[in-house]
């Protein structure tokens, strides 16, 4: 277990792979913890590369600070923690809110990102009154009361049925509620269309065909606003694409690493 101290947060993450291999960053979904990339990880190759995960506030075992939270302050806490860590070029991986991070992060440090993965993602999510409303909810009746709704968005009927799918409902309804809600306001208040506009860096787009969180048309059209950006969708697959079809995602990874970033390892 890794812990980083910053000024604000204490950061968790784990790196797996090459200590000197070309960095791998990814960043997880809202309700979720650096768990969510096991499947992908297991599928990467170890030697050249470095893979890097970690918790963003309020989430896993990082610390959960005071909110509302901003996407700016999410995107200030990753910079810093990839910093610390001598990550200084890296490919960055992020689904849903992890995606947002990734957008902004891009923007504010283009020398430090050189290749954009956005998975299940948009350079806007959603309208400020539907986070407003399920932060009502889930302050009345905590995560428990949208737990079920969340998992018909995260993932297709067949997955849900298994027993696995009760370990990733366990996983959100665990998720501290103040680094939820934090979370919430940070994608409730954002709207990337500007800045993800002027992102000129190679970039895929993965969308998920039943994704009900962030539809593939929201995934499509934000990978479009990025020239010369690529996007595919992932079959029978829900917001969380990397559990449900994850020989499919890193594959798409693996292809991307190689063939647009020019990663010699894989």
């Known amino acids: 277990m890794q812990i980083m101290h910053l000024p604000e947060v204490d950061i968790h993450w784990r790196e797996d792979g090459d200590p000197n291999g070309f960095a791998v960053v990814f960043a997880n979904s809202l309700g979720t913890d650096l768990r ?149 306001n940070a994608i409730a208040d954002a709207d990337l269309t500007g800045s993800t506009s002027e992102l000129r860096l190679p970039t895929i787009g993965i969308g998920g065909s039943n994704d009900l969180a962030s539809p593939p048309e929201v995934v499509r059209t934000t990978t479009a606003l990025i020239p010369g950006s690529r996007y595919v969708e992932i079959s029978d697959a829900g917001h969380l694409p990397c559990v449900e079809q994850p020989d499919v995602f890193a594959g798409h990874l693996k292809t991307f690493l190689k063939e647009d970033l020019h990663v010699g390892s894989i």
């Not at 810093?80 to 960055?92: A, E, G, P, Q, T």
């Not at 986070?131 to 849900?160: H, N, Q, T, Y």
Request: proline letters at 5%; glycine letters at 10%.
């Open 36 to 184: 969510l990339w096991d499947k992908i990880i297991d599928r990467l190759p170890h030697s050249g590369l470095r893979l890097i995960r970690f918790d963003k506030r309020g989430h896993g075992l990082s610390s959960c600070p005071p909110g509302p939270y901003t996407m700016e302050v999410l995107a200030k806490d990753t910079e810093h923690f990839l910093r610390l860590i001598d990550v200084n070029k890296c490919s960055f991986v992020g689904l849903s809110i992890g995606g947002m991070i990734g957008q902004m992060l891009a923007h504010r440090q283009p020398d430090l990102v050189r290749g954009l993965v956005l998975s299940n993602t948009g350079a806007k999510m959603g309208d400020a009154a539907m986070w407003r409303d399920r932060i009502s909810r889930i302050r009345s009746g905590g995560l428990e009361s949208i737990a079920d709704a969340v998992m018909d968005r995260w993932f297709c009927e067949p997955f849900r049925e298994t027993t696995e799918c009760r370990g990733w409902r366990n996983m959100l309804t665990r998720t501290p509620a103040d680094g939820y809600i934090g979370c919430c």
